[in-house]
């Protein structure tokens, strides 16, 4: 039996049989992530050594006893690196403190374990903007595999963590769980504190779960959701136990397919793997209909001016005054303020840093960033108008299979275009989904393919529901890439 490819289902079943040990399970992981020799480079850093620790003196029977998981490195774990995938942070900041959904997953006997690369202060789609390292997909080692969230997903699906934590501020969960193979939620907006997480767009950023299934992905919600008083924009909802809803019929379950993400534009291949999924879906008994969002079309223009505003804000605390990189030999206060942030960011930093200050800036304010306000509004009232009329809304994750590393680095808007179909759930606050439906076949390799599904507020058992339903009626999240 293998753990590191193990679901955390299957390893609790094993714990409370006492047929293995939390370190059986960690040095099982070890052992996968010396046999990867680094290539696909999922992981900033890893402290064996202290999870070891804690897997001895861990509660079994707790609902999450003994399980490892990755974490995304922009969300603080104490006494543990936190460099955002950037120089500015890189051996100069350790976190004092536990972000509060570490504080309650180490409270359900979790183990954080290592710190998955990103794209620098979650900025991109590729993780090659990591100042830090290169992440390959699992699936083909010349290929992305995603972001921002990509040492997360590439974990998950190369079996070199049982589940991670990511975030997702325009797709960053969910892009490379299709990337990769593997089921990411974006929770709404608000169920799961943000306090601990390095902030990038504070109205927009969203933790949540990369995993092997839809099972593990409910066993962690559980876990990730609460008010937190520490997080003004937590909120104050019930959290049901989200596995009971797995397993039930979607009979009757209405989805709709918005045709503003059903484009000339998709892949045809990713096309054809999404029709055969709604196929299925109503073969299990779900109505399908054809709905319009008719405001998808400025979506990301709206977005590319809302975060950007919202990242120049939060990034102008790192000046190399308290914490983070310091640069030297600079003749004044502003030359080192200057200085520093031009040695410490990298080069989409900066230019989202310049975007945002642009936009907020005066003579331009109401142009922009006041437009862009008004915009999301009618974005948000699409979904709601929709929702009057469907359960879920049933979409491709992303428009195209993973490129090439490199291929589309010197071309940002292509690069933005590629979370055409999962920003307008973060301007609207959505939940969404996305799990494997699939493989396109490209030189040979075969690459995976994301459905995205996309519920009401504070739905995310509707959601669950359903991909559990989907998943369990196929074979796709039982597929392996090789070694």
């Not at 997903?153 to 934590?165: D, E, K, Q, S, W």
Request: charged share 20%.
């Amino acid at each position: 039996m293998s753990l590191a490819s193990s679901t955390i289902a299957e390893l609790r079943r094993h714990l409370l049989k006492k047929d293995i040990t939390p370190t059986d399970i960690l040095l099982d992981l070890q052992k996968s992530i010396t046999q990867d020799h680094g290539t696909v480079g999922a992981y900033l850093s890893l402290d064996i050594e202290s999870a070891l620790k804690e897997a001895v003196n861990t509660d079994v029977t707790l609902p999450l006893g003994g399980i490892p998981l990755a974490i995304k490195d922009n969300i603080n774990v104490i006494g543990q690196p936190c460099t955002c995938g950037s120089r500015f942070l890189n051996n100069s900041y350790t976190a004092p403190y536990d972000a509060t959904c570490i504080q309650q997953l180490r409270s359900a006997g979790a183990i954080p374990f290592g710190r998955a690369n990103m794209d620098e202060f979650a900025m991109g789609s590729s993780t090659e903007n990591s100042a830090l390292g290169v992440t390959r997909n699992p699936w083909d080692h010349d290929r992305i595999p995603g972001g921002s969230s990509g040492g997360s997903a590439a974990a998950v699906g190369g079996n070199l963590a049982i589940a991670a934590l990511g975030s997702d501020t325009g797709g960053s969960i969910r892009q490379p769980a299709a990337f990769c193979s593997c089921v990411g939620l974006k929770p709404t907006y608000g169920r799961v504190s943000r306090y601990g997480l390095v902030a990038f767009a504070s109205s927009l950023d969203q933790i949540g779960p990369l995993t092997k299934t839809v099972e593990d992905s409910a066993i962690l919600l559980n876990y990730l959701c609460g008010k937190d008083k520490r997080d003004s924009t937590s909120l104050d909802a019930s959290v049901p136990d989200f596995t009971t809803v797995l397993g039930k019929d979607i009979k009757g379950l209405k989805i709709g397919l918005p045709k503003e993400y059903f484009i000339d534009g998709i892949h045809a291949g990713i096309r054809e793997k999404v029709d055969q999924a709604v196929r299925q879906l109503e073969n299990l008994g779900a109505h399908i209909e054809e709905i319009s969002l008719p405001h998808t079309d400025i979506a990301i223009a709206t977005y590319y001016v809302l975060a950007p505003a919202e990242a120049s804000a939060n990034l102008s605390r790192f000046d190399g005054v308290r914490y983070g990189h310091r640069a030297e030999n600079t003749s004044d206060v502003l030359d080192h303020y200057l200085t520093t942030r031009a040695e410490g960011f990298g080069p989409e930093v900066k230019r989202r840093i310049l975007l945002g200050t642009y936009v907020l800036s005066s003579g331009y304010y109401d142009a922009y960033y006041v437009k862009a306000q008004k915009a999301r509004t009618l974005i948000r009232k699409d979904f709601t108008d929709a929702f009057d009329n469907v359960d879920i809304i049933l979409s491709p994750t992303t428009p195209a299979p993973p490129f090439k590393l490199g291929e589309l680095r010197d071309d940002p808007l292509a690069m933005y275009l590629e979370d055409l179909c999962t920003i307008p759930a973060n301007l609207a606050g959505l939940p969404a989904l996305s799990l494997p439906c699939g493989f396109v076949s490209i030189n040979g390799k075969d690459l995976p393919v994301g459905l995205q599904l996309i519920g009401k507020p504070l739905d995310e058992a509707t959601l669950l529901k359903t991909a559990f339903a989907y998943e369990q009626s196929t074979t796709w999240h039982q597929r392996k890439p090789a070694h």
